[in-house]
């Protein structure tokens, strides 16, 4: 089939002006194939096993080089943004340490559900005014959006990784719209981050081999989100309180400055959110998980990947309240919890872990649960 053809700017001023009124923030279109160089670079990242056991990434490499190698038919993308940045800063809540710091992403209504109707619409548009094919996509398929909202002039990749836009900082929800349409393209926006080294600097647990890699098995986002085990004994104390997500090095971003809370911003945010209670969350079954997340990005981990990484905030707290919530979580149906309820006991009171061990290390069915008795008795 002939790709169809778009020769004037009316349909794109018509689309630019609807991505607006529907809230998107920064709107740019690219070739499906402007680049060329990504197959190579994915393929150095597995290659060295930044990915973690994000298996996914593996599988679907192939696919994931590039827009044409997973629709043939695409001939441009378009690419829109998000303003998500928040009104307060993000890394305060880093200080208190009897409440858990959720990354300011999740703290908004689940972006992909928000995005994807908008796109849906804004693809129609096009379909209807051109006979073009579409596709639309919100992080939901091997596509990557960075580097094609590089490309369509958004913004560049910081050395963080993270799109950096001259508008928004670091904080813009992505989606794109592939379509076989011939549509001018954007000029790419440059690079920008000079000797800036503010986002490499502050990241807590050394996560980035040199500046615009990205090793996802020392950073606290993948950890707290994607890692299905316990968290690594390395970086335990390095996770403070965060309960989701890591937001360093977006928030010391200088880009940032240029950036505000917007009226959509506002309208996404969830305020019950910021800050909640970790003797609130610690208590938290399936159902009360479910229902406190409802609507969240937060709710896609679970209730025990998210209840290890409440307990390793409590034991990162210093406050030996939490012991008696501490226990209870000992005898969880669920490894992955009772191993990082020890760990937090060991933080909070060695004495009492050493009473305890006595009694629960030989009746403990997990050998990886075993293992985190032993390892906190010899701590």
Known sequence: MMAAQVKGPPILSELRARAGSLGFDAFG?????????LPAKLGAA???????????????????GAPTAMWPQARSVIMLGVNYGPDRDPLAILGRRNRGA???YARNRDYHDIIKGRL???????????GAEVKVFVDTAPLMEKPLGEAAGLGWQGKHTVL??????????????????????????????GSCSRCLDICPTRAFPAPFRLDARRCLAYLTVEHKGPIPREF?????NRVYGCDDCLAVCPWNKFASATREAKLMGREDLNAPAL????RLDDAGFRARFSGSPVKRIGVARFLRNVLIAIGNSGDPGFLPAVEARLGDPEPLVRGAAIWALRRLDPGRAAVLEARLATEEPDETVRAEWTDALAA
Do not use: N, Y
Not at 168 to 193: H, K, N, R, V
Not at 279 to 282: E, I
């Open 29 to 37: 279109i690219a070739a499906a194939d402007a680049r060329p160089d």
């Open 279 to 282: 003797a609130d969350l610690v």
């Open 102 to 104: 959720i990354s300011v």
């Open 120 to 130: 849906k619409e804004l693809a129609g548009i096009l379909a209807r005014r051109t």
């Open 164 to 193: 950096v836009s001259r508008s928004f900082g670091s904080w813009l929800f992505l989606g794109a719209i592939l379509t076989d349409a011939e549509l001018p393209a954007d000029a790419p926006q440059p690079e920008s981050c």
């Open 46 to 64: 597995l290659a060295a096993g930044w990915h973690g056991d994000m298996a996914w990434l593996e599988t679907t490499a192939e696919r994931r």
């Open 236 to 240: 335990r104390v390095a996770m403070g």
